[in-house]
């Protein structure tokens, strides 16, 4: 067990980092298999550049769910050990698509994306100047979740601006 690591941790307990390190995990796995059915079942206009924005944010997700699991680790901490786990601990919650449109499924995804803008961003405030490693990773991950918002709101942003070209071309 560790850890000098630790001991630079100030003004906030280490096992309440690892407690809100497992809530974001949870969002984590979660975001990360909405993203991934999302990605098969999408349908409609423009959905070959909606698959592959979507498969490349499940990526991510995974990605994320991987830093988090290491900083738990690193803080001596376990992190959650069974998909049950998920639905008690999560932030976001998930989403199960109802409607495979593309508009939809984009919409259901930024609703997700700006929870977990909130939620890192909370991490962020509560951490900095006082565990200054989770502080890093957080921050790198609130970088990618604006940037996922981001993109998909444009990519939302196009479909429906051309289907209204369409819908006044055909007038
Ligand atoms: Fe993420
Ligand atoms: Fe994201
Ligand atoms: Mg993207």
């Known amino acids: ?44 206009i423009m959905s070959k550049s909606a698959v592959t924005e979507l498969a490349e944010h499940a990526a991510d997700e995974l990605r994320h769910a991987d830093m988090i699991a290491n900083r738990i680790m690193q803080l001596g901490g376990t992190p959650l050990l069974n998909p049950k786990e998920w639905f008690t601990h999560t932030n976001c919650g998930y989403e199960e698509p109802k409607d495979f449109d593309v508009v939809a499924i984009l919409e259901d995804a930024i609703k997700g994306e700006q929870c977990a803008i909130k939620t890192y961003s909370s991490i962020v405030d509560l ?42 071309s055909i007038k």
């Open 1 to 44: 067990m560790a850890r000098v690591g630790n001991s630079i941790i100030k003004g906030i307990e280490v096992d309440e980092v690892i407690r809100l390190l497992n809530k974001a995990y949870a969002d984590e796995w979660l975001a990360y298999y909405q993203y991934y059915i999302e990605e098969k079942v999408v349908t409609g």
């Open 127 to 168: 951490t900095r100047d006082k565990d200054i490693v989770t502080y890093d990773i957080v921050s790198q991950i609130l970088a990618d979740e604006v940037e996922h918002e981001e993109d998909l709101q444009a990519l939302k942003d196009d479909i429906t601006d051309f289907v209204e070209q369409v819908k006044k």
